[in-house]
């Protein structure tokens, strides 16, 4: 488990494309060692904002797109092609530019399983086994400290052994999702966790000060081998 570090940059319109930049050359060392490269995405605002810098940056093609498996740390439980899909999400703003295909979707609620979400999460947890070892693993940070679908205190984030789950009743609408857990996280070699704004500040600060996973499920998100914390000013100003 690797000691967080943190990062600031001026705003978020910074923050994205430096992520996005510090993304493909996390992406082209990968690939240089193994050939390949593994990429967890996250939904909101600050990742899909990563996705569409990325999309326009000049040295995007640098990596192999289509030696990357994609996956998500979480996902709406939504019907395919619904607008606030994660994947629909990121599709529109960077995977239908670029020649992946590799990527790993959870099943929308109109797919394989119909609307059960506990079916979904666990052909997603047999996607994942064996458990790649993701090369970057990037998240998302809520006001009150989820990151994935994991909020705080609830059953998701006690979750030990199974490495995908369904959540129902999610204080962020939609209200149920399929979401990776802490012990998938954490086999990650980098874990990324990136926000901004003000509104951000007092969760980044109590996950950074040593706050329990269970109140800040954030502060439960590391990397094998690095946990970072990106950050613009406001989200860093309780620091
Ligand atoms: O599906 C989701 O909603 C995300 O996975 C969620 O964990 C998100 O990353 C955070 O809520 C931060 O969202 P913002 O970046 O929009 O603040």
Redesign the pocket.
């Known amino acids: 488990m690797s000691r967080p570090e943190v990062l600031v940059h001026r705003d978020g319109d910074l923050l994205a494309a430096a992520v996005a930049a510090r993304l493909i050359t996390a992406l082209v060392d990968a690939q240089r060692v193994r050939g390949v490269a593994s990429l967890v995405l996250?939904?909101?605002?600050?990742?899909t904002a990563v996705l569409e810098r990325l999309r326009g940056a000049s040295a995007r093609d640098a990596v192999d797109w289509s030696r990357v498996d994609v996956y998500w740390?979480?996902?709406?439980f939504l019907p395919a092609g619904h607008p606030d899909r994660?994947e629909t999400q990121a599709r529109a703003a960077f995977l239908d530019h670029v020649p992946v295909s590799r990527v790993h979707a959870v099943e929308p609620s109109d797919g394989r399983f119909g609307d059960d979400p506990d079916a979904a999460a666990a052909a997603y947890a047999a996607v994942l086994d064996p458990m790649p070892e993701f090369d970057v693993f990037l998240?998302?940070?809520?006001e009150e400290g989820?990151?994935?679908?994991l909020f705080p205190s609830s059953p998701a984030v006690l979750e030990r052994e199974r490495t995908a789950v369904a959540v129902r009743d999610c204080p962020?609408p939609p209200p149920t999702?399929v979401s990776l857990t802490l012990p998938a996280i954490r086999r990650a070699r980098e874990v990324w966790l990136?926000?901004?704004?003000e509104a951000?500040a007092e969760a980044v600060a109590a996950a950074l000060a040593g706050a329990s996973e269970v109140d800040i499920p954030a502060a439960g998100a590391t990397g094998t081998g690095r946990t970072l914390w990106l950050l613009d000013t406001a989200a860093a100003a309780d620091l």
């Open positions: 996250t939904g909101g605002r600050t990742g740390g979480d996902e709406r994660n998240l998302g940070v809520g989820h990151t994935a679908s962020k999702r990136m926000t901004t704004g951000k």
